[in-house]
């Protein structure tokens, strides 16, 4: 999920609908480890927070070349403080910003009011700049956090800020302001959707929006017959889709497959299964019936037991 490919296809769905307007290429990684020094009364209280994944975007305008920091946070669950999280992480990024400029504008104690153009002329800080830590024309780049739920299930969770917090005077709301959650969640999107965010992390959103009901059906279409093998081992992971994935020498897998000699083996365990209740422990005539009625190979039918076998003896263990 953090290869600048799928971190840019994420993000040019939540900003630009899909378009391929931010090149995987002008993506730099940033260390996803921030820390801040955060005044509070006159107590210095240090915060430090770790993001899945952080980006600097660089924007060429006008010849020079201007910044955009993209942060991801994946969430496995419903994250119920989601806004808050979120916020934090935002907050910190931007003290860290200001205490950039405050070393680079105070550097030694000589010089500690001195500011510094590119140009090498030096500038006097105003005191309001010296206290503050910024010049008045100083702006700080933008920071946008993207949160990804990998669940099947809907978000059942806040988007904003206000969602989390109770007034009893709606007139209250117009002076506490909102951060509002940028979030994905695969329950959520369209058929159309899926194509936007390239052909590897759009098939692991539509198993996760398809779910247990309709993956079936879903895998069954002949595009799955070749999926990119880590996207695939991922996806049956996190919807816990039970199958047998098998990589090929080209790094793919074949899904349609998969689902099929999952269907297949459903339907020999439940065959052996009403077998041994209507022949015991008659292995060999187990074998020869339930190869008979399903169309497989008694050799087939002998490893379905043996896995049914080592199945039953973990779970008694």
């Not at 099947?152 to 509002?180: C, I, N, Q």
């Not at 590897?200 to 079936?216: P, T």
């Not at 349609?256 to 209740?277: F, P």
């Amino acid at each position: 999920m953090k290869t600048h490919e799928r971190f840019a296809a994420m993000f040019n769905f939540l900003i630009y609908d899909g378009k391929p307007v931010i090149k995987p290429e002008n993506l730099a990684p940033l260390d996803s480890t921030e820390a801040a020094i955060i005044d509070s009364n006159g107590v210095e209280i240090p915060v430090q927070k770790v993001r899945d994944a952080f980006n600097a975007l660089e924007i060429l305008e006008d010849d020079h070349a201007v910044y955009v920091l993209l942060g991801e946070e994946f969430q496995s669950e419903v994250h119920y403080a989601g806004p808050v999280k979120d916020m934090v992480y935002d907050g910190v990024s931007f003290v860290d910003q200001i205490k950039q400029f405050k070393r680079k504008y105070r550097g030694k104690k000589d010089d500690a009011e001195i500011a510094f153009e590119p140009d090498g002329v030096k500038i006097k800080l105003t005191h309001a700049e010296f206290l503050s830590g910024l010049r008045k024309g100083d702006k700080l780049k933008p920071v946008i956090t993207l949160m990804v739920y990998l669940g099947t299930g809907e978000w059942d969770g806040p988007r904003s800020l206000h969602d989390m917090l109770y007034f009893p005077d709606e007139r209250l709301k117009a002076f506490v302001p909102d951060y509002k959650l940028n979030l994905i969640v695969p329950r959520e999107l369209t058929d159309g959707d899926f194509a936007k965010f390239g052909p590897d992390l759009g098939f692991l959103l539509k198993v996760l929006n398809h779910g247990e009901k309709g993956i079936a059906e879903m895998l069954a279409e002949p595009q799955y017959r070749s999926v990119d093998g880590e996207t695939a081992l991922i996806a049956n992971g996190i919807a816990k889709l039970g199958l047998e994935i098998v990589i090929n020498e080209g790094g793919k897998a074949n899904m349609c497959k998969a689902m099929k000699e999952h269907d297949q083996k459903t339907k020999v365990q439940a065959g052996v299964e009403l077998a041994r209740r209507l022949l015991g422990d008659n292995k060999p005539e187990i074998v020869r019936v339930v190869s008979d009625q399903y169309k497989v190979t008694p050799e087939y039918v002998r490893t379905v037991m043996s896995s049914n076998s080592s199945v039953s003896a973990t779970a008694r263990s």
